[in-house]
């Protein structure tokens, strides 16, 4: 099983910045996938960008491409999430999640909190 854990996350003005980290415990699959999901209060968890463990593939919510950027360090079994020009919209709990069987069954993190003022 692959264990999850997010950092990064904190308080930052509208147009600024924030990196979020995932650190998984062992050694990821080739075969899997690394995602990042958010929740807002009062509404449903929702994709915000995914990639390849192989780095190959990557995907973005269209409310965050062009600001936001996912990328990976195999070596230090990582997944990133650069957020820029931050709007009060993307404010929620981030979560980390990996998968090769679909993301409802996968692993996921405990989340980390992004909060976003004017």
Do not use: H
Request: glycine share 14%; with cysteine; aromatic share 10%.
């Amino acid at each position: 099983q692959v264990l999850l854990a997010e950092s990064g996350g904190g308080s930052v003005q509208a147009g600024g910045s924030l990196r979020l980290s995932c650190t998984a415990s062992g050694r990821i699959p080739s075969n899997y996938a690394m995602g990042w999901f958010r929740q807002a209060p009062g509404k449903e968890r929702e994709f915000v960008a995914g990639i390849s463990w192989t780095g190959g593939s990557i995907s973005y919510a269209d409310v965050v491409k062009g600001r936001f950027t996912i990328s990976r360090d195999t070596a230090e079994n990582t997944v990133y999430l650069q957020m820029n020009s931050l709007k009060l919209e993307d404010t929620a709990l981030y979560f980390c999640a990996a998968s090769n069987v679909g993301w409802a069954r996968g692993n996921w993190g405990q989340g980390t909190q992004v909060t976003v003022s004017s």
